[in-house]
């Protein structure tokens, strides 16, 4: 007989012992996925998202503008806590080049973005934000009825706002999370496993 079984309520700091673990290597590195708000000339405010990439002490990476467009990051460096770049986009043929600088402390990068507009040198505070990002494979242990020690699997994957993942079963079967969420270093979702 085949028994389906809902687990629910899952609140994972993941068990947020490895989670924070990983996230904690991640402090002292530029790496990741960074957010901050601007204005725009029509007064609408608009999130800015850049992912920075670190290997060895090369600085790469990716600035996402409007419809999701990703632009390579240019000149890209990082010591002593210093991170700079240039980012380089066209518009209506022509070209805006934007410098970045700023220092990272932890989680957060203050410095400023300096432009030209019309011909007039321009510069505004920057303060960007790191937004972590759980994608990927998890582990964790729990014991069973009969004393036994049972490994789970969890994959996830985060897209904009939208956390999708499957948890591992048996033989790799998967089974899709549902009602999955992300708050701080928080995440919570429901699955339905098919026992028998």
Do not use: C, H
């Not at 897209?159 to 499957?166: A, I, M, Q, R, S």
């Amino acid at each position: 007989m085949n028994r389906n079984v809902l687990i629910t309520g899952l609140v994972l700091g993941l068990n947020l012992l490895s989670l924070g673990a990983a996230y904690a290597e991640t402090t002292s590195s530029p790496a990741g996925v960074w957010t901050w708000e601007r204005s725009g000339r029509d007064g609408q405010v608009r999130t800015s998202t850049l992912k920075l990439k670190l290997d060895d002490d090369k600085l790469s990476g990716n600035m996402q503008g409007r419809n999701g467009r990703e632009t390579p990051i240019e000149e890209a460096t990082y010591k002593d806590n210093q991170v700079a770049f240039r980012v380089k986009r066209t518009f209506n043929d022509r070209e805006m080049v934007q410098m970045y600088a700023g220092k990272l402390d932890g989680d957060t990068i203050v410095g400023t973005i300096k432009f030209e507009r019309q011909g007039q040198p321009m510069e505004r505070e920057w303060k960007a934000t790191r937004k972590f990002d759980p994608t990927g494979t998890w582990t964790w242990e729990f014991a069973g009825r009969n004393g036994n020690t049972w490994t789970s699997t969890l994959k996830l994957k985060l897209e904009g706002d939208k956390l999708t993942g499957v948890v591992l079963g048996r033989e790799d079967r998967e089974f899709p999370i549902k009602d999955a969420s992300f708050k701080g270093n928080e995440i919570a979702f429901q699955v339905t496993r098919q026992f028998g």
